[in-house]
């Protein structure tokens, strides 16, 4: 069945540092992909997302693309900030698995000044 | 403002009690979930309503039943839990029951079971 798998946390980096987070899924089909947060005792929020092969999704400068041939959909953003901690989750989606959103365990990233 | 609110934000129940997570959309949306969280895992869907009709159901426990009145409001009743249930509850609504919608989470119940 479908699934996703993240690098393992916790992340931690000094502000302005670059950030990866590697994401990589396998799906029967052609699944769309996404990237959820969560803040420190808030619900998940979506972070961005991209619903065909190479496209890049892309939002409060995170990015990431959408690499059908290493079936992959890494998150990165160039210079994090101290507001960026929270614990990120790559997610898909596939017309086979119906209604649900398929999550990874999530990564945290912590942040320091 | 998510736009989906929870109460209780934290419950600690013992394993006799009865009690119910409660979920309140404001965003118009046809359909609802209800996620667990626990550590180390992977968030497990539980139920999905569209339109308050119950169109997914993931071999969840019966002592967890959740209900719909209407498809603004969205509850989990809760009764005779095991101490491996506590864990943080996400409800989030969105437009339409399918993946590709956007989903809109609130900020969960923190549950523990003693």
């Known amino acids: 069945g479908d699934s996703v798998t993240q690098m393992e946390g916790p992340v931690t980096l000094s502000e302005e540092a670059f950030l990866t987070i590697n994401c990589t899924y396998t799906?029967?089909?052609?699944?769309?992909l996404f990237w959820y947060v969560q803040y420190p005792g808030e619900g998940l929020q979506l972070l961005l997302k991209?619903?065909?092969?190479?496209d890049k999704g892309s939002n409060k400068g995170f990015e990431a693309t959408y690499r059908k041939e290493t079936t992959s959909f890494h998150l990165e953003k160039g210079s994090v900030q101290v507001s960026d901690s929270a614990v990120y989750f790559c997610?898909?989606?596939?017309?086979?698995?119906?209604?649900?959103?398929?999550f990874g365990k999530g990564t945290s990233l912590l942040v320091t000044p | 403002e998510t736009g989906v609110t929870q109460t209780p934000r934290h419950l600690v129940m013992g394993m006799t009690n009865k009690k119910s997570l409660k979920c309140e959309q404001h965003?118009?949306?046809?359909?609802m979930y209800w996620y667990k969280q626990s550590a180390k895992k992977p968030l497990e869907l539980m139920f999905v309503?569209?339109?308050?009709?119950?169109?997914e159901n993931n071999s969840v426990p019966s002592r967890f039943s959740p209900e719909c009145p209407n498809s603004s409001h969205l509850f989990l009743h809760l009764h005779t839990l095991q101490p491996e249930d506590s864990a943080l509850y996400l409800c989030?609504?969105?437009?339409?029951?399918?993946?590709?919608?956007?989903?809109?989470f609130g900020p969960g119940t923190r549950l523990t079971v003693t």
């Open positions: 997610a898909l989606s596939d017309r086979s698995s119906g209604y649900a959103l398929n």
């Open positions: 989030a609504s969105s437009q339409e029951a399918r993946g590709l919608d956007e989903q809109y």
């Open positions: 965003l118009g949306h046809n359909a």
């Open positions: 991209a619903t065909k092969a190479d």
């Open positions: 309503y569209s339109l308050e009709e119950r169109v």
């Open positions: 799906a029967t089909g052609y699944p769309s």
